[in-house]
């Protein structure tokens, strides 16, 4: 694709209700990270893939958190049990090449959790 | 720990006037310094890298390691730079980097 493409663009979420991020990077790409933005915060990092494999998810904040590529391609975050502490926006990002840092960001995800 | 201060939230400058928007970091090692903008209704995109001594879009920014500073500065502001601006320090993750994002100043350049 022409960029990184994520969906749903907006996300209400009833608290306790589970969601799921969608990310479809950059063919070919095979560095993939996700983001989380608070209100007037900058970005944090959450995870990062390269091609299928999760190599750090240090940044994920409980275990209600959860990300999988399974075919090194398109990339889900997933949050169960949603607080309205997880109210952000999750952004992806992904790069061509390992250890290449100019990568690309897609618009992101806009969660709300009521 | 790795951290990066941007202590101004918002700036307003005038048109013409010269810029500066500042940012601290504090890391362990060799830093990897970028800044990244954000224009209205667009995505985060890269500015600059450290590492490439360039100027785009006619900012600047240099590494000042005694000072643990990384100052975006362009001589004469636009009013197209108006844009929320992030510095972000890498921090090696298993052979990609990880970026550190400060809190983001929202510059503002009045006509």
């Known amino acids: 694709g022409a960029g990184v493409s994520q969906s749903p663009r907006y996300k209400v979420a009833k608290r306790g209700q589970d969601v799921a991020l969608r990310c479809d990077p950059i063919?070919?790409?095979?560095?993939l990270f996700w983001y989380q933005q608070a209100l007037g915060q900058g970005p944090e990092f959450l995870t990062y893939?390269?091609?299928?494999?999760?190599?750090?998810k240090s940044g994920l904040p409980s275990d209600r958190f959860f990300a999988e590529r399974p075919e090194g391609s398109v990339s889900t975050l997933k949050i169960q049990r949603t607080q309205q502490e997880d109210s952000a926006v999750y952004l992806c990002?992904?790069?061509?090449?390992?250890?290449?840092?100019?990568?690309?960001f897609g618009s992101g995800t806009r969660l709300t959790v009521v | 720990a790795q951290r990066v201060t941007q202590p101004e939230k918002l700036l307003s400058v005038f048109k013409g006037a010269p810029v500066e928007l500042k940012c601290n970091y504090s890391?362990?090692?060799?830093?990897?310094l970028f800044w990244y903008v954000q224009y209205s209704r667009q995505r985060l995109q890269l500015l600059l890298r450290?590492?490439s001594r360039e100027s785009i879009k006619g900012f600047t920014a240099d590494l000042n390691k005694g000072e643990t500073s990384f100052h975006l500065k362009k001589p004469f502001a636009q009013e197209e730079d108006s844009a929320m601006y992030y510095c972000?320090?890498?921090?090696?993750?298993?052979?990609?980097?990880?970026?550190?994002f400060g809190q983001g100043t929202r510059l503002t350049i009045n006509p």
């Open positions: 890391y362990s090692g060799s830093p990897e």
């Open positions: 972000a320090l890498s921090g090696a993750v298993q052979g990609a980097q990880k970026l550190v």
């Open positions: 063919s070919g790409h095979v560095s």
């Open positions: 893939f390269q091609n299928e494999a999760q190599l750090d």
């Open positions: 450290h590492i």
């Open positions: 990002a992904s790069s061509h090449r390992t250890g290449y840092y100019g990568y690309t």
